[in-house]
């Protein structure tokens, strides 16, 4: 029995794939419309265009990096990605027919549906996973039973300790919704990460999360001002009407998301309101619906300009696993965000996300006849971590403050021994939703301490270059 847990887009891919190579899978889920997947706005990043190819994608992806995605991770993942979209065509998607341009690309290769990629493609592959006969039960995931560094069963709220398992795959998202300003669902507490890490699997890259430059809340409503947006003509203007962006990178609103979202910050920190300006953009209403009736809730048009503000949206951190999704843990794969296949590098280049989560799902079936190969783990700094097991634990609300203030947009080591502080007097060894986010959170602040220099998301005031001899990942594990 291959067990999934997880209803995104990573697992529902993977729960398709599996059953039409003919496994039992049972998806567990513990909100069927939650995380990032049912959210997400953007696309999917391909190069199906004559113009374009999979190695001037991987450029893109390289370039907005920094010097640390893993090289044939991302020359896997963009050579894939167009088999993946002829596949999802081929099952009866339909994307809009034009592509859309996004930060960090410099061809327009984003696949998508209206501004509502990520939902009406979960709800495709639900409904496609159901027809197939896929089991999908709501459950929550609260320790893994691993023997001899082999995946050999599971324990989760309801159903208690499930040990019938050849395979269990992790796709349970990220943790970005730890932010006090977010992008995220409230979902997306970095439980996978903190179970798994807790059974002996090892994390990386946990310093780098991505902020999104252009989120909105009106009349108490968050969303997410989708990328392609600006690629279709938006503009980002403080209330001066000035174009500030360009002051920060020569392709101004299309620049990549880092460097955005600290130009934002700046502006916002210098006492200046910033605002999407979306009144250039033609055929509005037909091209970005999600977001015109959005807007006209509140009473608002695309000839208005948005207030926005800069929040966390994606993690990059997660169980260091290879391309096809295996942990150092044998039997057990981590796909999607919750993974770090060393694709994304330092920084994500748009809408390469769902592509991840979509190659990791459906490829998966071709690798579980193979050896297990396990990630590499031999390129950067392993540090090994001991869990406090007594003390209180900190809330949700309190995490959330700590790191925004702390391990934000702009970092410094004095912030980030606070936080390191903060957390190290907390109980995280047990396996509650407050423990799994302060335990994230912690090696988030503890990794961006660690790395005394500036590199794609992680920004240190105090370390504001690059350093060469930063050019290696940062690992984490437990002590036996």
């Known amino acids: 029995m291959i067990y999934i847990i997880g209803s995104g887009i990573a697992g529902l891919s993977a729960a398709i794939a599996l059953r039409r190579a003919g496994y039992d899978v049972t998806v567990i889920t513990k909100e069927l419309h939650g995380g990032s997947s049912y959210v997400s706005k953007g696309g999917i990043a391909a190069a199906t265009a004559i113009d374009d190819s999979p190695q001037m994608h991987a450029e893109d992806t390289l370039r907005v990096g920094d010097g640390l995605c893993d090289v044939e991770a991302v020359r896997y993942f963009t050579s894939e ?118 059974a002996g699997a090892v994390v990386s890259d946990m310093e780098f999360v991505q902020f999104h430059p252009t989120i909105t809340t009106l009349g108490g409503e968050t969303m997410l001002l989708t990328e392609t947006l600006r690629g279709e003509g938006a503009r980002i203007v403080n209330e001066l009407g000035e174009r500030f962006a360009f002051n920060y990178h020569e392709r101004g609103e299309l620049a990549p998301r880092d460097v955005l979202s600290r130009a934002i910050y700046m502006e916002l920190m210098n006492g200046h309101r910033v605002y999407m300006d979306l009144s250039d953009i033609e055929d509005f209403d037909r091209k970005f619906p999600g977001v015109s009736d959005f807007l006209g809730r509140h009473g608002l048009s695309n000839k208005d300009r948005v207030p926005i503000y800069p929040g966390a949206h994606f993690t990059i951190g997660g169980l260091r696993v290879n391309v096809r999704g295996e942990t150092n843990i044998k039997g057990l794969y981590a796909i999607g965000e919750v993974a770090d296949t060393g694709l994304h590098g330092a920084n994500r280049l748009a809408s390469n996300s769902l592509l991840e989560a979509l190659v990791m799902g459906f490829n998966l079936p071709r690798y579980l006849s193979e050896p297990w190969d396990g990630p590499r783990l031999d390129d950067g700094l392993l540090v090994t971590i001991k869990l406090r097991d007594n003390g209180p634990l900190m809330s949700i609300d309190e995490v959330r403050r700590v790191n925004w203030e702390y391990v934000g947009i702009l970092r410094s080591g004095e912030g980030l021994r606070k936080a390191v502080d903060l957390y190290e007097r907390v109980n995280m060894a047990v396996s509650t939703k407050e423990s799994n986010a302060a335990l994230v959170s912690y090696l988030t602040a503890y990794a961006a301490l660690l790395r005394t220099e500036s590199r794609g998301t992680h920004y240190r005031v105090d370390y504001p270059g690059k350093d060469i001899n930063w050019q290696k990942r940062i690992y984490f594990r437990v002590s036996p």
């Open 81 to 198: 990605a167009p088999v993946i979209i002829e596949e999802l065509i081929r099952m009866g998607f339909e994307f809009d027919k034009d592509l859309r341009l996004e930060g960090g690309h410099f061809r327009r290769r984003v696949h998508h549906k209206t501004d509502e990629t990520g939902r009406v493609l979960t709800e495709f592959l639900l409904k496609e996973a159901v027809g197939l006969g896929v089991n999908i039960v709501e459950d929550e995931l609260m320790a893994l039973q691993i023997g001899d560094g082999v995946i050999r069963g599971f324990v989760t709220r309801e159903r208690g300790l499930i040990s019938n398992v050849d395979y269990l795959v992790l796709a349970m998202g990220g943790y970005a919704y730890l932010w006090q300003y977010t992008s995220n669902p409230s979902t997306n507490t970095g439980d996978g990460v903190a179970i798994a890490l807790r």
